[in-house]
């Protein structure tokens, strides 16, 4: 298994963006997926992640009742989408999955990663 990050870019305080997850050739929908981010300076941070059995979602208090993980069940692909962005949300997102039903926040647990994307938020 592969995945692989896309849709992020440079965007203004307050404004919206969506990161997509795909895994070529295989797709997501029986993986619990995760996304997490990195700034300069800074750990990694887990941002959100859904199951693989129940699409539950779970959030980090950062970004909840902002960010919204779900996935597309026609494209086997798991979305991120981001609203009300701020400065503090630039990093880089990262999508990482694992096989067990249940998803979490330790990214000892996933086993595949993505190579990342940059998101910017500046005036």
């Known amino acids: 298994l592969r995945v692989v990050e896309s849709g992020g870019g440079l965007v203004q305080p307050g404004e919206t963006l969506k990161l997509t997850c795909t895994a070529p050739?295989?797709?997501?929908?029986?993986?619990?997926v995760g996304w997490f981010r990195q700034a300069p300076g800074k750990e990694r941070e887990a941002v959100a992640c859904?199951?693989?059995?129940?699409?539950?979602?779970t959030y980090s208090d950062s970004v909840k009742g902002r960010f919204t993980i779900s996935r597309d069940y026609r494209k086997a692909t798991v979305e991120l989408q981001m609203t009300s962005l701020k400065s503090a949300d630039s990093a880089v997102y990262y999508c990482?999955?694992?096989?067990?039903?249940?998803?979490?926040?330790?990214?000892?647990?996933?086993?595949?990663w993505g190579r990342g994307t940059q998101v910017t938020v500046s005036p």
């Open positions: 859904i199951n693989s059995n129940n699409d539950a979602e």
């Open positions: 050739g295989f797709g997501l929908d029986y993986f619990a």
């Open positions: 990482a999955a694992h096989g067990k039903r249940i998803c979490n926040f330790d990214p000892q647990e996933y086993d595949t």
